[in-house]
């Protein structure tokens, strides 16, 4: 089947040998602390390694997925550093995955709330919009899978392919809508980014592409270097086009409690003075760092953290880079920032699209490449223009 590099380029899971018990916990090492352990492992990235084994459970991926999403570092700054260590042509692969989130992004600034939607095809052979009970169990009888699965729910963690197959289970197989499932994904996800996460589901459903994604046993037990025989994923790929819902798909979760706890204090009821304004997706250390007449403030909007709402190890790694920052957390509305406005306070921000309706004057964002000059409804025709 064809694979497409979505969702992100930098998240992996630990993944043993073949012939040894499967463990798909994530590596210490993966934990980065500190902005200069995050650089620091930028400059050890093997793009040849990473191109030759990026699809593999076990692959040299380069972990830095979730420090992407949430701003601590950004493309241009993996590019740059990895380009000034390798020449241009050993960088290519990573270069093109970087690309995709790159894409998805810039997508999103222009199709803005669109991408939440069936974005050009509808999504056929749809039976319902629940989730499938064996995925939020981790109960689908595919080891590899519901190891990945339990993984994920209780750290955040999970490869990119495993992301395909499960996605490509529940749209294709088990023909769920993708909308409720990548929510509930989006929550898990340490690295959970909203355009990413978005438009790969809809890449796997066939909303935003010419067609469906599926993998059989053969390809699981390939890329996870496993040997599990005889599931109801065993088939060849024509009869897994046409299969009907398994057994063990059909029974459905019909309200799932997305449990959060939000931090932050209220938003004050006056505050003089230039305050730099960050979301949950601008944690960067060297934003706006050289002004010291400004006030960095984490602003967590209520109505959108509802919308969108996040597990409790993704709130601990928000913290821990905020307790880096050594900046407040304020928790509140839109309207309490026009009212803190009115009074005189001077807001700036950082372009991001789910935040386009705060207020401020707005700083860019860095991207490695550049707006392509031309339309583009797809990856190709947008990689053709930047590359």
């Known amino acids: 089947m064809t694979v497409n590099p979505f969702w992100s380029v930098c998240v992996v899971i630990g993944m043993t040998k073949p012939n040894t ?114 995925i939020v169990e981790a109960s689908t009888g595919i080891h590899v899978l519901d190891e990945g699965l339990r993984e994920v729910q209780q750290s955040g963690w999970m490869h990119n392919r495993l992301r395909m197959w499960v996605a490509g289970i529940v749209c294709n197989i088990a023909h769920t809508a993708w909308q409720n499932p990548a929510r509930w994904l989006y929550y898990h996800l340490l690295d959970g980014d909203l355009a990413s996460n978005t438009l790969s589901w809809q890449w796997i459903a066939g909303t935003s592409s010419n ?79 050289r002004d010291p007449d400004v006030t960095h403030i984490l602003f967590i909007e209520q109505q959108q953290i509802e919308q969108w709402p996040m597990a409790s190890h993704r709130w601990a790694f928000i913290l821990h880079w905020v307790d880096q920052l050594g900046i407040d957390v304020w928790s509140g509305s839109v309207e309490d920032l026009a009212r803190l406005e009115a009074g005189g306070a001077q807001f700036v921000r950082e372009e991001y699209p789910a935040c386009a309706h705060w207020p401020g004057a707005v700083t860019e964002r860095s991207f490695h490449f550049g707006v392509p000059e031309n339309d583009y409804r797809s990856f190709s025709q947008f990689w053709k223009q930047v590359k």
């Open 21 to 134: 018990q499967l463990s798909l916990k994530p590596s210490p090492e993966a934990r980065y602390s500190t902005i200069e352990e995050v650089l620091s492992r930028i400059d050890k990235i093997d793009p040849k390694r990473y191109d030759q084994t990026r699809n593999y459970l076990d692959g040299a991926v380069t972990w830095l997925s979730p420090y992407i999403t949430h701003g601590v570092i950004n493309t241009q700054t993996v590019a740059s550093r990895v380009l000034s260590k390798h020449p241009e042509k050993a960088c290519y692969r990573l270069l093109f995955e970087l690309a995709w989130r790159e894409f998805f992004h810039r997508m999103w600034q222009e199709r803005k709330e669109e991408i939440f939607c069936d974005l050009y095809n509808k999504q056929e052979h749809v039976e319902t919009d629940s989730v499938p009970q064996a």
């Open 211 to 289: 067609k469906q994604y599926i993998a059989n046993q053969v390809n699981l037990n390939i890329y996870s270097r496993s040997n599990q025989h005889d599931t109801w994923l065993d088939v060849d790929y024509d009869t897994l086009a046409r299969m009907a819902t398994p057994e063990v798909l059909k029974l459905r979760v019909t309200s799932i409690d997305f449990d959060q706890e939000v931090p932050g204090e209220p938003v004050p009821g006056q505050f003089a003075g230039k305050i730099a304004l960050r979301s949950l997706w601008n944690l960067n250390p060297d934003w706006m760092a």
